[in-house]
């Protein structure tokens, strides 16, 4: 069994790269990739530079996000120089720059609320304890408390997730926060992750909520091609969604990955290797391009 897609502390996770190692060899996984977002800096972890904890193989990976048709995407890549990844993401993720990007943010989804009519105590949102973590859940938070806004945000009650993907970053929603003008176009970051000795993967393709997940796919490889897509993962474990994008690319000549999309408490229902109960990743997918 692998996991190849969790996050830790260094991006938006709870958990030192140390437990997750603890974890991952508890539940006796074959192969790892801790990929957490903009950033190879879990790698330069001593946990990770001294490794004497996990016995399986680590694949050196991380998660970064992308721009196309206006709308915000996560690209997963693999086999990578951490190195040449951390110079490349100073460029738009620099600890300065990921503060100013969180008050932007911040300021954006206040006014956000005040026009959907949404009740919000500022006193009583938790401040960012690093300049990674993201105020949208912070906000998000605070405003489930009160009744009152369930009514007002329908769908979005159901989860952080679907607020996030449906409205936030919907640019045909009325919550749309335009993140994408902080981000890298997508030609961009395909290029510098092969720059980087990589191999790139669109991440959890059926998370983004799209209305034609597949058309979409075929747009981003008309503008630059992908190694391969995310098909397993706990987005796409229901409703043949995986059987879909296992077609797809192998139709398509693309290599295959997945992943739990562990982020500790943040996302409480995932647990690594197994997702949600129903996630069980056979090596053999990734043997096919390591």
């Excluded at 005040?114 to 949102?125: A, C, F, M, T």
């Excluded at 329908?154 to 919550?175: H, V």
């Excluded at 209305?211 to 796409?236: A, Q, V, Y």
Aim: aromatic residues 10%; negative net charge.
């Amino acid at each position: 069994m692998i996991d190849i897609h969790m996050h830790t502390i260094y991006s938006d996770g709870d958990k030192t790269v140390e437990e997750i190692l603890k974890m991952c060899e508890a539940r006796k996984l074959e192969y790892i990739s801790i990929t957490d977002h903009n950033t190879c800096k879990q790698y330069e972890d001593e946990a990770l530079k001294n490794n004497q904890i996990f016995s399986g193989k680590i694949i050196k990976g991380t998660e970064l996000y992308a721009v196309f048709q206006n709308k915000s995407i996560e690209i997963l890549a693999y086999n990578i120089n951490p190195t040449i990844i951390n110079e490349w993401c100073e460029k738009y993720y620099s600890e300065d720059k990921l503060k100013e990007q969180q008050e932007i943010c911040q300021n954006r989804l206040f006014d956000i609320c005040d026009k959907q009519g949404l009740i919000y105590d500022k006193s009583k949102i938790r401040k960012p304890k690093k300049a990674s973590e993201y105020v949208e859940s912070l906000i998000y938070e605070e405003i489930m408390t009160h009744k009152e806004n369930h009514k007002i945000l329908g769908e979005f009650t159901e989860s952080l997730g679907i607020f996030y993907r449906k409205g936030l970053a919907n640019p045909e929603s009325s919550y749309f926060m335009n993140h994408i003008e902080f981000r890298p176009k997508y030609k961009e970051v395909i290029n510098m992750i092969h720059k980087a000795g990589g191999k790139a993967f669109l991440a959890h393709p059926f998370e983004y909520k799209f209305k034609d997940t597949i058309g979409f796919i075929n747009d981003l490889r008309k503008e630059d091609e992908l190694d391969g897509i995310e098909c397993f993962h706990p987005s796409s474990a229901d409703d043949n969604k995986k059987d879909i994008l296992v077609e797809y690319a192998r139709k398509n000549n693309l290599y295959i990955s997945g992943g739990s999309d562990y982020h500790g408490s943040p996302k409480p229902d995932i647990e690594i290797g197994i997702g949600k109960g129903n996630l069980n990743i056979s090596k053999e997918i990734i043997e096919e391009w390591l």
